[in-house]
């Protein structure tokens, strides 16, 4: 019955997909009907450039752009406005024009025409777009090709001929205020004898230029105080060893260019910090007649800091009196610490950026604008110094917000509702309450799939309640403002698995700062935990498992300290290229040491006969991403993690034990269903091991627009480190782990849209290690009618974003 209705259900959803298929299909065929013959709507644009790879972005010079089309396919809105155009009624003579066809219109878009003025202008744009990349020769041709059914498609093929490259760097310094600065940093310059010719280099050296010199005090120095002349008139006389031509590049840095003649002398006086002048709640309404007032605040935990910060906030009337208070959103010392404009300080450049992020970090602030005034006042005319007062205008986000995040793999669907609060105690504290409920049906997937008596798809729910401040609590000293971020967290999570009838609970005290942008780290000397199994459900499941198995789930009282480094390069993308997390972890350490001291013949139980977990664990996650064109990239990662008992007979509970197949990992086996070992057993258990090795391998390639397509490998398993009874094959030896390694091999579909991808994959095992020996690897066995993989399709994963 169960299994009809399914079918049942699979039959509509089919039938409503093939309908709005057809319908996406047949609306979006003819939308040139209403075209003039000499029209043609541009479908699409190409850019080739021949024997130089690296210029995926030429594409974007490129005008007009084509219509969008829907998942990159149906061109949805032009045809809702080609359907829907005012019709003529030849017997009336009436125009007829319905309200429906007017918002479709609105709502629809005009189709993009075949433009030969465009095109010429296209071509144009390349050719400079090629001279800023060193390509100063380089010619494009177009082939316009003429489809059915009035449509049109533009192909720009580029020869980009020789690159110029750099034969010398010339510096011409008319500021002498500035030449030493520049020159004792030539070492650091982005610009290199021998490189390619590049535009977008030379603006980035510019600014690198301006900052150093702004780092120097000299608050007035602007980029129009750098220009870079170009000599390629001997470029075919001086050839490099690779026979291309070369030119000759000279950086003048002078006032020739700077408009406001009112700046040149300015721009040679340096200017230090002053006082701060900060709007917490910065509102556009604040210029006209709304009633404000000054609160100046002096850090005093900090003596070396004399900066008077002046804040500025709204004066309100009391309720039921016409007595005025004044708001005070934040607490002074949260913002002031996140300044770095000191009073007496050289301005630099630094100093602005750094604090612009930091107060980002807040996530307080939608708007943040920062100025300077000069104090002309306190002018120094002996040693040609300024003074500059800081203003920051900081326009406030929603303090309270609301929030869910939905998750649908092959093994469960998760759903997390949340509240937030972003200054619960007034010094932009992070309040973040969530609950959240889980569905696992791996369980009643596997039992259909295998034939066996169905288990019922089981849930999980649990909350967490979590702060995270702005500092390091308790730890003032070591706030070293020079690190991109520090946080301290406060976290209390509970949870209640159905099937184990297992209710965990835990509290999290944990320091998190980040000291570049490609380092950030974390470490708890607090974490406490509760594992126990309650009900006789979850003990009728365990009944299931070996004896000696079942001992990971017994309780336990688990007192740990957690250290976690991560490492991502390059820091300033979405993708990185390489990513590693190292984590370790020691429990029970303080415990055991104290038992072993007063009564080493008895093991110690707390709170009503937990054991306590004794264990050090510890796990390295390597991840690489080589992007080979825009259309297609290979990854790889590695996995290596144990988690060591340091006392004899001691057990690694199941929560803190390692685990894979499913969507994620060994893409072959259901969720949990490898290992641990050569293990194999008749019964259906949840498969983990105190070690776990992995190596991951994946092309990722293009079929059309947002439709993607993976092909990967996957090589690994989980191990005991201790022997257990009724368990043969399932603990690591030396001599035999490498005939346990399990391997598969397989692809999948993706829709990219960029913002997230929905996956599908398929792995097929081609080694597993828990057949009998001589079985292990793929046969013809493993294709009869009564084989769970074949049968059964353990390995079809389904999952939102990428596997790693």
Known sequence: MCRLMICGKWHTISYLWFVVCGVLFFTSCNYTRNLTANEHVLVKNTVKVEDVKGFDNLIDLVRPIPNKKFMGIFPIRVSLWAYHQPKFDSLTGETKDSKFSRWCRKNGEEPVLLDTTDIRRSVSQIALAMSKYGYFGATTRTDIQFLKKQKAKVIYVVTPNQPYFIRQIHYQIEIPEYRRIIITDTINSLLKKGMIYNEDLLVAERARIISKIRDQG????????????????????????????????????????????????????????????????????????????????????????????????????????????????????TIAGAIWMKKGAMFSQTAYDRTYKKLQSLKNFSIINITYNEEEALWDSIRRIGVLNTTLRLTRAKQHGIGGEFKVQTDRTSLELSYINKNIFRGAEYLKISAFGSIYYYTWLNSLIKKIPVEQPYGEVGGTVSFEFPRLLLLPKYQNINFLSYSTEIKFTGSYNQYFARLNLQANYTYIWSPTCTLLHTISPINLATLDSRSSRGNSNLSLYPESYQRKFDRFFLSSARYTLNYRTPCNTQSPALTVNFSFETAGLLLYSINS????????????????????????????????????????????????PFKKGAIIPFERSFFVGGSNSMRGWAFRQLGPGGYNSEQYIERVGDMRLELNLEYRGTIYKVFKFGLFSDIGNIWLLTKYENMPNAEFNFKTFYKQIAVCVGGGLRLDFNYFIIRLDYGLPLYDPSQPIGNCWINKNWFKKNYQWWNGANGIQFGIGYAF
């Open 218 to 333: 000299y608050f007035y120095a602007t980029s129009n105080m750098i220009t870079f002349l170009v000599d390629t008139i001997h470029a075919f006389e001086y050839l490099n060893e690779q026979y291309h031509p070369t030119l000759a590049l000279t950086i003048k840095i002078s006032f020739d260019d700077v408009a406001d003649k009112s700046l040149i002398s300015k721009s040679k006086n340096r200017y230090k910090f002053n006082n701060a002048i900060i709007y917490t709640n910065y509102d556009l309404n604040f210029d006209k007649n709304i009633n404000l007032d000054t609160i100046p605040y002096l850090d005093f935990r900090n003596k070396s800091d004399s900066t008077v910060y002046n804040f500025v906030t709204v004066k309100k009337l009391k309720k039921g009196t016409h007595k005025l208070k004044l708001v005070k959103d934040y607490k002074s010392r």
């Open 597 to 644: 001291l007063v009564n080493k013949k008895e093991t110690w139980t707390v709170f009503n006969n937990f054991n306590y977990g004794t264990y050090e664990k510890f796990d390295l996650d390597l991840v690489y991403t080589k992007v080979i064109n825009k259309n297609s990239s290979f990854a790889t990662r590695f996995f290596f993690g144990m988690a060591i």
